[in-house]
């Protein structure tokens, strides 16, 4: 099964394993670099149809033999199949439903947040992603799934969803993003949640 852009980092086996689904090429790159840091093992795909191909949900598509993945990590918004779609899917699907969903976005808007939420996302990440969101999310998901083979969800505490966050659109755009140069990695480390409640409206 060709995945095209597919890659995957060499890791053991007792190691987070994620997918992270993003069509710009250097936010696959950032997200990639922050889970590595943190002792994941990555393995990313440009889309949400190429995402489901991966995990056998697309028509057709058998998937790969024996594959766990403990983590989902996408883009909100993407050609094809957004990753809004893509995380319904997931949580329709008997085999994947309970590997947490996170998405992605560099629009700050509460609606589409909430939306998010109730469909069963995990949590929703304001970009650029910083190394505090990754290594929080890593620590929820292992708290959840500690000494068991497979995930079961634990009960989160939907940070984002909290009293005076900002529903404006952020400043960014997708585009602005897509720009930037992965040397971001090395600014300010302030998790999103915090800069989504102290962004300006």
């Not at 994941?40 to 191909?53: F, I, M, P």
């Not at 329709?92 to 976005?105: D, G, K, N, T, Y």
Request: charged share 30%; proline share 4%.
């Amino acid at each position: 099964m060709a995945l095209g852009d597919l890659s995957s980092s060499s890791s053991a086996s007792s190691e987070l394993h994620v997918l992270a689904v993003d069509d710009s090429f250097v936010d696959r790159k950032v997200i990639e670099r922050l889970l590595k840091i943190s002792a994941c093992k990555v393995t990313t795909v440009e889309s949400g149809t190429r995402a489901l191909q991966y995990l056998g949900l697309d028509k057709g598509s058998s998937g790969l033999k024996d594959l766990k993945v403990n983590l989902i990590v996408t883009d909100y918004s993407m050609p094809g199949l957004t990753g809004y779609e893509l995380l319904k899917k997931i949580k329709e699907s008997s085999a994947f439903r309970e590997i947490p969903v996170v998405i992605m976005s560099s629009e700050n808007i509460q609606p589409r947040i909430e939306q998010c939420m109730i469909e069963g996302a995990e949590d929703f990440l304001l970009k650029p992603v910083k190394l505090a969101d990754v290594k929080r999310i890593k620590e929820l998901i292992m708290r959840g799934g500690e000494a068991k083979e497979g995930f079961t969800k634990s009960p989160s505490p939907k940070r984002i969803l909290q009293n005076n966050i900002d529903s404006s659109p952020s400043s960014s755009s997708s585009s602005t993003s897509s720009s930037q140069d992965v040397s971001y990695l090395d600014d300010d480390d302030t998790p999103s949640s915090k800069r989504m409640k102290l962004e300006p409206s």
